[in-house]
């Protein structure tokens, strides 16, 4: 299995970035997607993930400023993120798990897959 993310860059504050994350070694429409992100010196905390449902969940910092979304034909789940911040500044990271349930969906440990992350900056 493989998670290749990408879209990650350098933007002002305010500004918009989408990432991407593309699965491959796995039948895409049977996981869970999340997204991760982890600045220096800090733990890795929940940003967003998206069930095979469609359902999406998002953590309170970003919740209105990102969504989350995936296209099962592409394999891919997307992140995008408007009025960035500067406490946005992080290594984003995609991950995946095919038996996730709701009350572990924030929770890193329970993906069992995860991507090489892509570096978000938003400068002020």
């Known amino acids: 299995v493989q998670l290749q993310a990408s879209g990650g860059g350098v933007v002002q504050a305010g500004g918009s970035l989408r990432l991407s994350c593309v699965a491959s070694?796995?039948?895409?429409?049977?996981?869970?997607m999340g997204w991760f992100r982890q600045a220096p010196g800090a733990e890795r905390e929940f940003v967003a993930a998206?069930?095979?449902?469609?359902?999406?969940y998002y953590a309170d910092s970003v919740k209105g400023r990102f969504t989350i979304s995936r296209d099962n034909r592409e394999n891919t789940v997307y992140l995008q993120l408007n009025s960035l911040k500067p406490e946005d500044t992080a290594v984003y990271y995609c991950a995946a798990d095919q038996h996730l349930i709701v009350s572990s969906i924030r929770s890193a440990i329970h993906y069992d897959y995860w991507g090489q992350g892509t570096q978000v900056t938003v400068s002020s």
């Open positions: 070694g796995l039948t895409f429409r049977n996981y869970a």
């Open positions: 998206i069930r095979r449902s469609g359902d999406t």
